[in-house]
C-alpha cells in the first residue's frame, strides 16, 4: 500500500463520518431534542428576569 491508496482509503472514511453526523444532525427524530437545547438559553434569561421581579415587588 503506497502513500496514495492509504490518502484514499483515509478519505472515504472521513467522508463517510462526515455524512453520517450530517445525517443525525438533520435527523428528524432529534428535532425536538435540538429545539428544547436552542431554546435553553431563553429558559434560563426567563428564570432570572422572574427572580428579578420577585425581589422588586
Known amino acids: 500500500m503506497d ?3 492509504v490518502g484514499s482509503i483515509f ?3 472521513v467522508f463517510v463520518c462526515f455524512a ?3 445525517w443525525w444532525a438533520f435527523s428528524s427524530r ?3 431534542r435540538f429545539d428544547e ?3 435553553l438559553p431563553f429558559a434560563d434569561e426567563d428564570k432570572k ?3 428579578k421581579s ?3 415587588s
Do not use: C
Request: no cysteine; aromatic share 0%.
Open 3 to 5: 502513500q496514495g491508496i
Open 11 to 13: 478519505t472515504v472514511i
Open 54 to 56: 420577585k425581589r422588586e
Open 30 to 32: 432529534n428535532k425536538k
Open 20 to 22: 453520517g453526523v450530517v
Open 49 to 51: 428576569n422572574h427572580d
Open 37 to 39: 437545547a436552542a431554546n
